[in-house]
Protein backbone atom coordinates (compact mmCIF):
# COMPACT_ATOMS: atom_id res chain seq x y z
CA UNK A 1 0.00 0.00 0.00
CA UNK A 2 1.03 3.37 -1.02
CA UNK A 3 2.41 4.83 2.35
CA UNK A 4 2.29 8.27 1.12
CA UNK A 5 -1.17 8.20 -0.02
CA UNK A 6 -2.79 6.39 2.60
CA UNK A 7 -1.12 9.37 5.31
CA UNK A 8 -2.86 11.73 3.17
CA UNK A 9 -5.74 9.96 2.45
CA UNK A 10 -6.53 9.56 6.93
CA UNK A 11 -5.64 13.31 7.02
CA UNK A 12 -8.40 14.23 4.58
CA UNK A 13 -10.75 11.01 6.06
CA UNK A 14 -10.56 12.80 9.57
CA UNK A 15 -10.80 16.34 8.52
CA UNK A 16 -14.01 15.28 7.00
CA UNK A 17 -15.52 13.44 10.31
CA UNK A 18 -14.29 16.91 11.99
CA UNK A 19 -16.69 18.92 9.57
CA UNK A 20 -19.96 19.36 11.61
CA UNK A 21 -23.34 19.96 9.89
CA UNK A 22 -22.94 23.08 8.01
CA UNK A 23 -25.26 25.95 8.87
CA UNK A 24 -25.51 27.79 5.66
CA UNK A 25 -27.88 30.81 6.60
CA UNK A 26 -26.04 31.40 10.19
CA UNK A 27 -22.49 31.51 8.09
CA UNK A 28 -24.19 33.92 5.46
CA UNK A 29 -25.29 36.10 8.05
CA UNK A 30 -22.05 36.25 9.50
CA UNK A 31 -20.49 36.46 5.78
CA UNK A 32 -22.26 39.77 4.88
CA UNK A 33 -22.09 41.46 8.49
CA UNK A 34 -18.13 40.56 7.88
CA UNK A 35 -18.21 41.99 4.64
CA UNK A 36 -20.22 45.50 5.40
CA UNK A 37 -17.74 46.01 8.79
CA UNK A 38 -14.34 45.72 6.69
CA UNK A 39 -15.56 47.89 4.02
CA UNK A 40 -17.56 50.43 5.62
CA UNK A 41 -14.95 52.69 5.35
CA UNK A 42 -14.34 52.50 1.93
CA UNK A 43 -15.91 55.11 -0.91
CA UNK A 44 -18.68 52.37 -1.46
CA UNK A 45 -19.39 51.46 1.99
CA UNK A 46 -19.64 55.42 3.07
CA UNK A 47 -21.95 56.40 0.02
CA UNK A 48 -24.64 53.44 0.98
CA UNK A 49 -23.99 53.52 4.47
CA UNK A 50 -22.34 50.91 5.44
CA UNK A 51 -22.52 51.69 9.05
CA UNK A 52 -26.25 51.94 8.82
CA UNK A 53 -27.08 48.81 7.77
CA UNK A 54 -24.85 47.19 10.20
CA UNK A 55 -26.81 48.86 13.11
CA UNK A 56 -30.19 48.53 11.37
CA UNK A 57 -32.17 45.07 12.97
CA UNK A 58 -32.46 43.48 10.09
CA UNK A 59 -28.93 43.63 8.31
CA UNK A 60 -30.14 42.01 5.18
CA UNK A 61 -33.16 43.81 4.85
CA UNK A 62 -31.29 47.19 5.17
CA UNK A 63 -29.03 46.00 2.46
CA UNK A 64 -31.45 45.16 -0.30
CA UNK A 65 -32.88 48.62 0.68
CA UNK A 66 -29.74 50.86 0.50
CA UNK A 67 -27.40 49.13 -1.85
CA UNK A 68 -29.09 48.63 -5.78
CA UNK A 69 -27.77 45.83 -8.25
CA UNK A 70 -24.84 46.01 -10.25
CA UNK A 71 -23.62 44.28 -13.67
CA UNK A 72 -20.03 44.77 -14.51
CA UNK A 73 -20.47 47.59 -16.35
CA UNK A 74 -22.00 49.68 -13.87
CA UNK A 75 -19.48 48.52 -11.50
CA UNK A 76 -16.80 49.71 -13.89
CA UNK A 77 -18.15 52.71 -14.65
CA UNK A 78 -19.31 54.13 -11.54
CA UNK A 79 -16.44 52.45 -8.89
CA UNK A 80 -13.83 50.23 -10.52
CA UNK A 81 -12.59 53.18 -12.87
CA UNK A 82 -11.40 54.93 -9.74
CA UNK A 83 -8.74 51.84 -9.32
CA UNK A 84 -7.21 52.65 -12.75
CA UNK A 85 -6.65 56.28 -11.69
CA UNK A 86 -4.46 55.06 -8.82
CA UNK A 87 -7.25 55.64 -5.97
CA UNK A 88 -7.49 53.35 -3.17
CA UNK A 89 -10.30 52.06 -0.98
CA UNK A 90 -13.03 52.48 -3.51
CA UNK A 91 -15.68 49.20 -3.12
CA UNK A 92 -12.74 47.31 -0.44
CA UNK A 93 -9.79 48.10 1.07
CA UNK A 94 -6.55 49.10 -0.47
CA UNK A 95 -5.97 48.14 -3.92
CA UNK A 96 -6.25 44.73 -5.47
CA UNK A 97 -3.21 43.07 -6.39
CA UNK A 98 -4.81 41.16 -9.40
CA UNK A 99 -7.18 41.69 -12.30
CA UNK A 100 -8.78 38.73 -13.95
CA UNK A 101 -9.66 39.02 -17.32
CA UNK A 102 -12.88 37.50 -18.79
CA UNK A 103 -13.72 38.37 -22.25
CA UNK A 104 -17.24 36.11 -20.73
CA UNK A 105 -19.56 34.91 -23.09
CA UNK A 106 -20.72 38.13 -24.77
CA UNK A 107 -18.46 40.83 -24.45
CA UNK A 108 -16.13 42.16 -27.51
CA UNK A 109 -13.49 43.43 -24.86
CA UNK A 110 -12.40 41.79 -21.93
CA UNK A 111 -13.57 42.67 -18.35
CA UNK A 112 -10.85 43.41 -16.08
CA UNK A 113 -12.57 42.03 -12.44
CA UNK A 114 -10.46 43.19 -9.49
CA UNK A 115 -8.86 40.07 -7.19
CA UNK A 116 -7.88 40.79 -3.94
CA UNK A 117 -5.21 39.01 -1.76
CA UNK A 118 -8.44 38.08 0.22
CA UNK A 119 -10.13 36.85 -2.61
CA UNK A 120 -6.96 34.47 -3.28
CA UNK A 121 -7.09 33.11 0.19
CA UNK A 122 -11.06 32.27 -0.33
CA UNK A 123 -10.21 30.65 -3.67
CA UNK A 124 -7.67 28.60 -1.68
CA UNK A 125 -9.98 28.25 1.18
CA UNK A 126 -12.61 26.70 -1.04
CA UNK A 127 -10.11 24.67 -2.97
CA UNK A 128 -9.07 22.94 0.32
CA UNK A 129 -12.63 22.28 1.23
CA UNK A 130 -12.85 20.25 -2.09
CA UNK A 131 -10.13 18.24 -1.38
CA UNK A 132 -11.20 17.40 1.59
CA UNK A 133 -14.86 16.31 0.58
CA UNK A 134 -12.74 13.67 -1.27
CA UNK A 135 -13.24 11.82 1.60
CA UNK A 136 -16.57 11.07 0.63
CA UNK A 137 -16.15 9.58 -2.69
CA UNK A 138 -14.09 6.47 -1.14
CA UNK A 139 -10.74 6.89 -3.03
CA UNK A 140 -8.08 4.44 -2.93
CA UNK A 141 -5.17 5.70 -0.88
CA UNK A 142 -2.26 5.53 -4.00
CA UNK A 143 -4.97 8.23 -5.55
CA UNK A 144 -3.60 11.09 -3.34
CA UNK A 145 0.33 10.24 -4.71
CA UNK A 146 -0.63 10.83 -8.43
CA UNK A 147 -0.37 13.66 -10.21
CA UNK A 148 -2.76 16.42 -11.25
CA UNK A 149 -3.28 18.34 -14.76
CA UNK A 150 -4.54 21.72 -14.11
CA UNK A 151 -5.52 23.33 -17.53
CA UNK A 152 -6.43 26.63 -17.31
CA UNK A 153 -4.87 29.69 -19.08
CA UNK A 154 -1.78 31.01 -19.60
CA UNK A 155 -0.12 31.78 -15.78
CA UNK A 156 2.68 34.09 -17.51
CA UNK A 157 0.51 36.84 -15.76
CA UNK A 158 1.09 40.65 -16.98
CA UNK A 159 2.58 43.36 -14.89
CA UNK A 160 0.21 46.40 -15.27
CA UNK A 161 0.33 49.50 -13.07
CA UNK A 162 1.21 47.89 -9.63
CA UNK A 163 -0.79 44.94 -10.41
CA UNK A 164 -0.83 41.48 -12.38
CA UNK A 165 -3.50 40.59 -14.57
CA UNK A 166 -4.62 37.34 -16.43
CA UNK A 167 -7.33 34.68 -16.29
CA UNK A 168 -8.29 33.40 -13.30
CA UNK A 169 -7.52 29.95 -13.29
CA UNK A 170 -4.05 31.39 -14.55
CA UNK A 171 -3.98 33.87 -11.32
CA UNK A 172 -5.17 30.38 -8.66
CA UNK A 173 -2.47 28.47 -10.59
CA UNK A 174 0.56 30.97 -9.96
CA UNK A 175 -0.90 30.97 -6.18
CA UNK A 176 -0.92 27.27 -5.59
CA UNK A 177 0.52 26.33 -2.48
CA UNK A 178 4.50 25.02 -2.65
CA UNK A 179 3.87 21.87 -1.40
CA UNK A 180 1.40 20.67 -4.30
CA UNK A 181 3.99 22.03 -7.04
CA UNK A 182 5.27 18.17 -6.66
CA UNK A 183 1.70 17.30 -8.08
CA UNK A 184 0.94 19.85 -10.58
CA UNK A 185 0.77 19.40 -14.18
CA UNK A 186 1.95 20.06 -16.70
CA UNK A 187 4.04 22.29 -14.53
CA UNK A 188 5.11 26.17 -14.54
CA UNK A 189 7.40 25.83 -17.90
CA UNK A 190 4.63 24.84 -20.02
CA UNK A 191 1.94 26.97 -18.02
CA UNK A 192 3.31 29.81 -19.13
CA UNK A 193 3.05 29.34 -22.85
CA UNK A 194 0.72 31.94 -23.94
CA UNK A 195 -0.07 30.39 -27.15
CA UNK A 196 -3.00 27.25 -26.18
CA UNK A 197 -1.93 25.37 -29.00
CA UNK A 198 1.82 25.56 -28.12
CA UNK A 199 0.72 24.48 -24.55
CA UNK A 200 -0.91 21.41 -25.88
CA UNK A 201 1.59 20.20 -28.12
CA UNK A 202 3.86 20.60 -25.36
CA UNK A 203 1.61 18.66 -22.82
CA UNK A 204 1.45 15.47 -25.52
CA UNK A 205 4.76 15.54 -25.53
CA UNK A 206 5.04 15.18 -21.86
CA UNK A 207 1.93 13.17 -21.21
CA UNK A 208 3.85 9.54 -20.66
CA UNK A 209 6.54 11.57 -18.05
CA UNK A 210 3.57 12.21 -15.95
CA UNK A 211 0.79 9.69 -13.58
CA UNK A 212 -1.81 12.07 -14.29
CA UNK A 213 -4.95 10.18 -11.50
CA UNK A 214 -7.25 13.68 -12.29
CA UNK A 215 -7.92 16.41 -14.70
CA UNK A 216 -9.14 19.80 -14.20
CA UNK A 217 -10.85 22.26 -16.25
CA UNK A 218 -13.51 23.25 -18.59
CA UNK A 219 -14.94 20.73 -20.46
CA UNK A 220 -14.35 21.79 -24.07
CA UNK A 221 -10.99 22.44 -23.92
CA UNK A 222 -10.28 19.20 -21.75
CA UNK A 223 -11.64 17.14 -24.88
CA UNK A 224 -9.53 18.92 -27.14
CA UNK A 225 -6.28 18.48 -25.00
CA UNK A 226 -7.35 14.43 -24.38
CA UNK A 227 -7.89 14.77 -27.99
CA UNK A 228 -4.30 15.92 -28.93
CA UNK A 229 -2.61 13.71 -26.24
CA UNK A 230 -4.17 10.72 -27.90
CA UNK A 231 -3.49 11.34 -31.46
CA UNK A 232 0.10 12.34 -30.57
CA UNK A 233 0.24 8.95 -28.89
CA UNK A 234 -1.53 6.80 -31.36
CA UNK A 235 -3.91 5.13 -29.04
CA UNK A 236 -7.60 4.28 -28.81
CA UNK A 237 -7.99 6.04 -25.42
CA UNK A 238 -6.52 8.50 -22.78
CA UNK A 239 -6.30 5.77 -20.15
CA UNK A 240 -3.96 3.77 -22.39
CA UNK A 241 -1.42 7.22 -21.63
CA UNK A 242 -2.82 7.71 -18.15
CA UNK A 243 -4.06 4.18 -16.43
CA UNK A 244 -4.40 5.92 -13.18
CA UNK A 245 -6.70 8.61 -14.33
CA UNK A 246 -9.57 8.18 -11.95
CA UNK A 247 -11.27 11.58 -11.49
CA UNK A 248 -12.13 14.67 -13.52
CA UNK A 249 -12.94 17.80 -11.90
CA UNK A 250 -15.40 19.98 -14.25
CA UNK A 251 -16.11 23.55 -14.16
CA UNK A 252 -17.84 26.37 -15.73
CA UNK A 253 -20.64 24.94 -17.30
CA UNK A 254 -22.80 22.51 -17.36
CA UNK A 255 -21.12 19.35 -17.91
CA UNK A 256 -24.32 16.98 -19.14
CA UNK A 257 -23.79 18.21 -22.31
CA UNK A 258 -20.11 16.97 -22.89
CA UNK A 259 -20.72 13.80 -20.66
CA UNK A 260 -21.37 11.38 -23.97
CA UNK A 261 -17.88 12.49 -25.72
CA UNK A 262 -16.07 12.83 -23.27
CA UNK A 263 -16.59 9.24 -21.58
CA UNK A 264 -15.68 7.70 -25.38
CA UNK A 265 -12.11 9.50 -24.85
CA UNK A 266 -11.75 6.82 -21.60
CA UNK A 267 -10.55 3.20 -21.73
CA UNK A 268 -13.14 3.03 -18.10
CA UNK A 269 -14.99 5.19 -15.86
CA UNK A 270 -13.89 7.81 -13.62
CA UNK A 271 -15.94 10.06 -11.12
CA UNK A 272 -16.91 13.94 -12.42
CA UNK A 273 -16.79 16.07 -9.33
CA UNK A 274 -18.53 19.47 -10.30
CA UNK A 275 -17.00 23.02 -9.46
CA UNK A 276 -18.13 26.31 -9.88
CA UNK A 277 -15.12 28.71 -10.13
CA UNK A 278 -15.91 32.12 -11.46
CA UNK A 279 -14.18 34.95 -12.09
CA UNK A 280 -15.43 36.44 -9.32
CA UNK A 281 -14.68 33.89 -6.68
CA UNK A 282 -14.89 29.91 -5.84
CA UNK A 283 -18.44 29.60 -5.75
CA UNK A 284 -19.51 26.04 -5.39
CA UNK A 285 -18.59 22.34 -5.51
CA UNK A 286 -19.61 19.55 -5.50
CA UNK A 287 -19.45 17.25 -1.80
CA UNK A 288 -20.75 13.88 -2.33
CA UNK A 289 -21.25 11.52 -4.79
CA UNK A 290 -24.94 11.04 -4.75
CA UNK A 291 -25.36 13.86 -6.55
CA UNK A 292 -23.74 15.93 -9.28
CA UNK A 293 -25.49 19.02 -7.80
CA UNK A 294 -23.02 21.58 -6.10
CA UNK A 295 -23.05 22.80 -2.31
CA UNK A 296 -22.60 26.86 -2.16
CA UNK A 297 -19.07 27.94 0.03
CA UNK A 298 -21.34 29.57 2.61
CA UNK A 299 -18.66 30.48 5.07
CA UNK A 300 -15.66 31.46 2.59
CA UNK A 301 -16.12 35.79 2.03
CA UNK A 302 -19.21 35.34 -0.75
CA UNK A 303 -22.68 36.87 0.34
CA UNK A 304 -25.50 34.82 -1.73
CA UNK A 305 -28.43 36.64 -3.25
CA UNK A 306 -30.50 35.32 -5.69
CA UNK A 307 -33.91 37.02 -7.70
CA UNK A 308 -36.46 35.28 -9.69
CA UNK A 309 -35.64 34.65 -12.94
CA UNK A 310 -38.54 36.26 -14.47
CA UNK A 311 -38.63 37.77 -18.18
CA UNK A 312 -40.33 41.05 -16.21
CA UNK A 313 -37.42 41.33 -14.18
CA UNK A 314 -34.46 41.34 -16.69
CA UNK A 315 -33.62 43.73 -19.14
CA UNK A 316 -32.96 43.33 -22.87
CA UNK A 317 -29.12 43.46 -22.42
CA UNK A 318 -29.21 40.93 -19.79
CA UNK A 319 -28.95 43.12 -15.95
CA UNK A 320 -31.60 43.34 -13.53
CA UNK A 321 -34.35 45.53 -13.16
CA UNK A 322 -33.66 47.20 -9.85
CA UNK A 323 -37.61 47.01 -8.94
CA UNK A 324 -37.14 43.00 -8.99
CA UNK A 325 -37.59 41.13 -5.97
CA UNK A 326 -34.72 39.32 -4.32
CA UNK A 327 -34.40 36.46 -1.74
CA UNK A 328 -31.94 35.38 0.88
CA UNK A 329 -30.67 31.86 1.56
CA UNK A 330 -33.11 31.54 3.76
CA UNK A 331 -36.37 32.50 1.40
CA UNK A 332 -34.94 30.52 -1.70
CA UNK A 333 -37.14 27.46 -3.04
CA UNK A 334 -36.22 23.70 -4.83
CA UNK A 335 -36.56 23.87 -8.40
CA UNK A 336 -36.76 27.33 -9.00
CA UNK A 337 -34.88 29.35 -11.87
CA UNK A 338 -32.87 32.42 -9.86
CA UNK A 339 -30.40 34.93 -11.28
CA UNK A 340 -27.55 34.68 -8.77
CA UNK A 341 -26.18 38.30 -7.22
CA UNK A 342 -23.11 37.81 -5.14
CA UNK A 343 -20.66 40.54 -2.78
CA UNK A 344 -17.42 39.58 -1.90
CA UNK A 345 -13.92 39.94 -0.32
CA UNK A 346 -12.90 41.53 -3.79
CA UNK A 347 -15.44 44.64 -3.50
CA UNK A 348 -18.52 43.43 -5.89
CA UNK A 349 -21.70 44.27 -4.32
CA UNK A 350 -24.75 42.62 -4.95
CA UNK A 351 -23.14 41.69 -8.40
CA UNK A 352 -24.75 40.16 -11.40
CA UNK A 353 -22.48 37.31 -12.47
CA UNK A 354 -24.58 36.57 -14.86
CA UNK A 355 -25.75 33.08 -14.13
CA UNK A 356 -28.95 31.43 -13.49
CA UNK A 357 -28.91 28.32 -10.89
CA UNK A 358 -31.60 26.26 -9.08
CA UNK A 359 -31.64 24.72 -5.61
CA UNK A 360 -31.92 20.71 -5.88
CA UNK A 361 -31.54 20.69 -2.24
CA UNK A 362 -32.04 24.15 -0.12
CA UNK A 363 -30.92 22.80 3.38
CA UNK A 364 -27.87 21.38 1.68
CA UNK A 365 -27.61 24.69 -0.11
CA UNK A 366 -27.13 22.67 -3.27
CA UNK A 367 -27.66 24.16 -6.70
CA UNK A 368 -27.13 23.30 -10.32
CA UNK A 369 -25.91 25.98 -12.73
CA UNK A 370 -28.98 26.41 -15.24
CA UNK A 371 -28.12 28.93 -17.70
CA UNK A 372 -26.85 32.77 -18.52
CA UNK A 373 -29.06 35.60 -18.32
CA UNK A 374 -28.09 37.10 -21.60
CA UNK A 375 -28.34 33.22 -23.13
CA UNK A 376 -32.55 33.42 -22.64
CA UNK A 377 -34.23 32.73 -26.10
CA UNK A 378 -37.15 35.20 -25.86
CA UNK A 379 -37.45 36.77 -29.23
CA UNK A 380 -40.83 35.47 -30.03
CA UNK A 381 -41.95 34.29 -26.63
CA UNK A 382 -40.39 30.88 -26.86
CA UNK A 383 -39.02 31.54 -23.21
CA UNK A 384 -35.75 28.79 -23.57
CA UNK A 385 -33.18 28.45 -20.97
CA UNK A 386 -30.03 26.69 -21.38
CA UNK A 387 -30.93 24.65 -19.29
CA UNK A 388 -34.16 23.60 -21.01
CA UNK A 389 -31.50 23.64 -24.10
CA UNK A 390 -29.17 21.06 -22.84
CA UNK A 391 -32.01 18.65 -22.11
CA UNK A 392 -33.49 18.84 -25.41
CA UNK A 393 -30.36 17.95 -27.08
CA UNK A 394 -29.08 15.34 -23.89
CA UNK A 395 -32.92 13.63 -25.16
CA UNK A 396 -31.43 13.55 -29.25
CA UNK A 397 -28.38 12.15 -28.44
CA UNK A 398 -29.96 9.26 -26.50
CA UNK A 399 -33.20 9.26 -28.86
CA UNK A 400 -30.75 8.51 -31.94
CA UNK A 401 -27.22 7.22 -30.31
CA UNK A 402 -25.36 10.50 -31.07
CA UNK A 403 -22.42 12.67 -29.43
CA UNK A 404 -23.65 16.10 -29.58
CA UNK A 405 -20.87 18.11 -27.00
CA UNK A 406 -21.58 21.61 -28.31
CA UNK A 407 -24.60 24.26 -30.16
CA UNK A 408 -25.33 27.45 -30.42
CA UNK A 409 -28.92 28.55 -31.29
CA UNK A 410 -30.16 31.97 -32.60
CA UNK A 411 -33.69 33.52 -33.69
CA UNK A 412 -33.52 34.34 -37.04
CA UNK A 413 -35.87 36.00 -39.40
CA UNK A 414 -36.40 33.85 -42.46
CA UNK A 415 -38.75 35.33 -45.96
CA UNK A 416 -39.50 37.89 -43.16
CA UNK A 417 -40.72 35.29 -40.37
CA UNK A 418 -38.97 33.59 -37.19
CA UNK A 419 -37.21 30.62 -37.05
CA UNK A 420 -34.46 29.10 -34.54
CA UNK A 421 -31.61 27.98 -36.39
CA UNK A 422 -29.16 25.72 -34.17
CA UNK A 423 -25.54 25.32 -35.41
CA UNK A 424 -25.02 21.67 -33.71
CA UNK A 425 -21.45 19.80 -33.14
CA UNK A 426 -20.51 16.72 -33.61
CA UNK A 427 -17.61 14.87 -35.39
CA UNK A 428 -19.86 11.45 -35.79
CA UNK A 429 -20.82 10.30 -38.92
CA UNK A 430 -24.91 10.70 -38.40
CA UNK A 431 -27.14 8.66 -40.62
CA UNK A 432 -29.75 10.67 -39.48
CA UNK A 433 -30.85 13.80 -41.61
CA UNK A 434 -30.97 17.38 -40.25
CA UNK A 435 -33.98 17.53 -41.40
CA UNK A 436 -35.23 14.91 -38.76
CA UNK A 437 -33.26 16.11 -35.69
CA UNK A 438 -34.78 19.27 -36.07
CA UNK A 439 -38.35 17.71 -36.73
CA UNK A 440 -37.30 15.76 -33.27
CA UNK A 441 -35.65 18.74 -31.68
CA UNK A 442 -38.19 20.98 -31.89
CA UNK A 443 -40.53 18.14 -30.62
CA UNK A 444 -38.92 17.51 -27.19
CA UNK A 445 -38.89 21.50 -26.62
CA UNK A 446 -42.71 21.48 -27.55
CA UNK A 447 -43.01 18.67 -24.94
CA UNK A 448 -41.16 20.10 -22.12
CA UNK A 449 -42.15 23.44 -22.71
CA UNK A 450 -45.65 25.04 -22.74
CA UNK A 451 -44.60 28.73 -23.72
CA UNK A 452 -42.40 27.35 -26.16
CA UNK A 453 -45.13 25.11 -27.95
CA UNK A 454 -46.98 28.43 -27.77
CA UNK A 455 -44.61 30.24 -29.45
CA UNK A 456 -44.03 27.66 -32.25
CA UNK A 457 -47.96 27.80 -33.37
CA UNK A 458 -47.73 31.71 -33.34
CA UNK A 459 -44.68 33.57 -34.17
CA UNK A 460 -41.59 30.85 -34.34
CA UNK A 461 -42.63 29.12 -37.36
CA UNK A 462 -39.96 26.48 -37.84
CA UNK A 463 -36.68 25.03 -36.94
CA UNK A 464 -33.37 24.61 -38.50
CA UNK A 465 -30.51 22.58 -37.94
CA UNK A 466 -26.79 22.80 -39.26
CA UNK A 467 -24.41 19.84 -38.03
CA UNK A 468 -20.87 20.94 -37.84
CA UNK A 469 -17.44 19.57 -37.15
CA UNK A 470 -16.39 19.84 -33.69
CA UNK A 471 -12.96 21.68 -35.52
CA UNK A 472 -15.11 24.79 -36.10
CA UNK A 473 -16.27 25.10 -32.53
CA UNK A 474 -13.19 24.81 -31.22
CA UNK A 475 -11.57 27.71 -33.98
CA UNK A 476 -14.46 30.09 -32.92
CA UNK A 477 -13.92 29.59 -29.13
CA UNK A 478 -9.60 29.93 -30.08
CA UNK A 479 -10.66 32.66 -32.32
CA UNK A 480 -11.97 34.50 -28.92
CA UNK A 481 -10.17 33.50 -26.61
CA UNK A 482 -7.68 35.89 -24.45
CA UNK A 483 -3.81 34.84 -23.94
CA UNK A 484 -4.92 30.75 -24.87
CA UNK A 485 -7.38 30.99 -21.81
CA UNK A 486 -10.86 29.42 -22.17
CA UNK A 487 -13.68 31.05 -23.80
CA UNK A 488 -17.54 29.58 -22.95
CA UNK A 489 -19.53 28.69 -26.53
CA UNK A 490 -22.55 31.29 -26.69
CA UNK A 491 -25.26 28.80 -26.53
CA UNK A 492 -27.26 31.42 -27.62
CA UNK A 493 -26.41 34.56 -30.34
CA UNK A 494 -27.98 38.12 -30.94
CA UNK A 495 -28.53 38.68 -34.47
CA UNK A 496 -24.88 40.65 -34.89
CA UNK A 497 -22.65 37.15 -33.30
CA UNK A 498 -25.06 35.02 -35.23
CA UNK A 499 -23.99 36.86 -38.41
CA UNK A 500 -20.33 36.69 -37.52
CA UNK A 501 -20.85 33.23 -36.58
CA UNK A 502 -22.17 31.95 -40.14
CA UNK A 503 -19.58 34.06 -42.07
CA UNK A 504 -16.88 32.27 -39.94
CA UNK A 505 -18.33 28.85 -40.71
CA UNK A 506 -18.11 29.64 -44.47
CA UNK A 507 -14.67 30.36 -44.34
CA UNK A 508 -13.67 27.64 -42.15
CA UNK A 509 -15.63 24.65 -43.98
Not at 166 to 195: L, T, V
Request: net charge negative; glycine share 6%; with cysteine.
Amino acid sequence: MAIIGSLIKGAIDVAGNFVSETKHIENQQKVLKNLLEKAKDTAFGKYYGFQQILEADDTAKAFQEKVPYFDYHQMQEQWWYKLHEGLEDITWPGNPSYYALSSGTTGKTSKRIPVTDEMIESIRNAGIKQVTALSNFDMPSDFFEKEIMMLGSSTNLQEKDGHLEGEISGISASNIPFWFQGYYKPGKDIAQIDDWDERVKHIAENAKNWDIGALSGIPSWMELMLKEVIDYHNVKNIHEVWPNLQVYTSGGVAFEPYEKSFQALMGKPITVIDTYLASEGFLACQMRPETSSMELVTDNGVYFEFVPFEPDYINPDGSLKQDAPVKTLAEVEKDVDYVLLISTVSGTWRYLIGDTIAFTDVERAEIKITGRTKFFLNVVGSQLSVNKMNKAIQELEEQFDIELPEFTVAAVKIDGEFHHVWHIGTDQEISVSEEELAEALDQNLKDANKNYSVARSKALKGVKVNLLPMEIFYEWSGANKKKGGQVKMEKVMGEEKYEEFTEFVKQNS
